[in-house]
């Protein structure tokens, strides 16, 4: 059983989907939990929902607004972060974009947003939590990826380019610093039901807190044994 009581941890992307579902994972299982996002307002309604299940005299619950792709930004979110809980043990990095084009349709601009949110915005928080992971002697870096990070599709260049790199960068880190302590995971979802998804939210897809639940039998491992990645599938996908 997990059991995070005494551990912090942030959440990217963490108002709505796959990123509010890890949120409430956490929390349920005693950690102090952060959420950012760009959007004020949903991270309110997503805190305010989140306070509701979780009293306060139990664990602190903040949200925090912050865009991933601004390195600044990103230093803002942590030193608050690091004022509100002291330090930290666990990072997701989940916040993701999806601009689905062929190349020749695919704007410079669009280009930049898919890879400086999907896989720069994972390098800068990665970059920041590593100081505050040596601190507390270890922590955890999970990255929300997709299937997509395996197999290529029509439309996908940048899509695909975000989350192949963003593998690669996951086991790379895993190499770097996995004896100082740090442990590094990469989920890959498949169709999952939320309106980031081609086709919205239907009942075959994954449903966000079944990934959510993946993460957490992940941090519930041993100190001594990590999962390098995971893939994960409807188990009975629509045919087409």
Request: net charge neutral; hydrophobic share 45%; charged share 25%.
């Given at each position: 059983?997990?059991?995070?009581?005494?551990?912090?941890?942030?959440?990217?992307?963490?108002?709505?989907?796959?990123?509010?579902?890890?949120?409430?994972?956490?929390?349920?299982?005693?950690?102090?939990?952060?959420?950012?996002?760009?959007?004020?307002?949903?991270?309110?309604?997503?805190?305010?929902?989140?306070?509701?299940?979780?009293?306060?005299?139990?664990?602190?619950?903040?949200?925090?607004?912050?865009?991933?792709?601004?390195?600044?930004?990103?230093?803002?979110?942590?030193?608050?972060?690091?004022?509100?809980?002291?330090?930290?043990?666990?990072?997701?990095?989940?916040?993701?974009?999806?601009?689905?084009?062929?190349?020749?349709?695919?704007?410079?601009?669009?280009?930049k947003t898919v890879?400086?949110?999907?896989?720069?915005?994972?390098?800068?928080?990665?970059?920041?939590?590593?100081?505050?992971?040596?601190?507390?002697?270890?922590?955890?870096?999970?990255?929300?990826?997709?299937?997509?990070?395996?197999?290529?599709?029509?439309?996908?260049?940048?899509?695909?380019?975000?989350?192949?790199?963003?593998?690669?960068?996951?086991?790379?880190?895993?190499?770097?610093?996995?004896?100082?302590?740090?442990?590094?995971?990469?989920?890959?979802?498949?169709?999952?039901?939320?309106?980031?998804?081609?086709?919205?939210?239907?009942?075959?897809?994954?449903a966000p807190e079944?990934?959510?639940?993946?993460?957490?039998?992940?941090?519930?491992?041993?100190?001594?044994?990590?999962?390098s990645h995971v893939?994960?599938?409807?188990?009975?996908?629509?045919?087409?």
């Amino acid at each position: 059983m997990l059991n995070l009581k005494g551990k912090s941890a942030l959440v990217t992307g963490g108002s709505k989907g796959i990123g509010l579902a890890v949120a409430r994972r956490l929390a349920l299982a005693g950690a102090n939990v952060a959420i950012c996002g760009r959007s004020e307002d949903a991270l309110a309604s997503a805190v305010e929902g989140l306070r509701r299940d979780f009293p306060s005299d139990i664990l602190k619950l903040v949200a925090l607004a912050a865009d991933v792709r601004d390195e600044d930004a990103v230093r803002d979110l942590f030193l608050k972060v690091e004022s509100e809980f002291g330090g930290l043990d666990i990072l997701v990095n989940n916040a993701g974009v999806g601009i689905f084009k062929d190349l020749a349709s695919l704007e410079p601009a669009e280009w930049k947003t898919v890879i400086e949110t999907n896989l720069s915005g994972a390098y800068y928080c990665s970059h920041e939590a590593l100081p505050r992971f040596r601190a507390r002697q270890g922590g955890w870096i999970v990255n929300v990826a997709s299937l997509a990070a395996r197999t290529s599709f029509a439309g996908g260049a940048a899509y695909n380019a975000s989350k192949f790199g963003l593998l690669g960068f996951s086991e790379a880190i895993m190499l770097d610093h996995r004896y100082e302590g740090v442990r590094v995971s990469t989920v890959l979802p498949g169709s999952v039901s939320t309106d980031f998804n081609v086709g919205g939210k239907a009942d075959w897809k994954i449903a966000p807190e079944d990934v959510a639940e993946v993460i957490a039998s992940i941090l519930a491992l041993p100190d001594r044994t990590m999962v390098s990645h995971v893939e994960i599938r409807p188990t009975r996908p629509k045919k087409s």
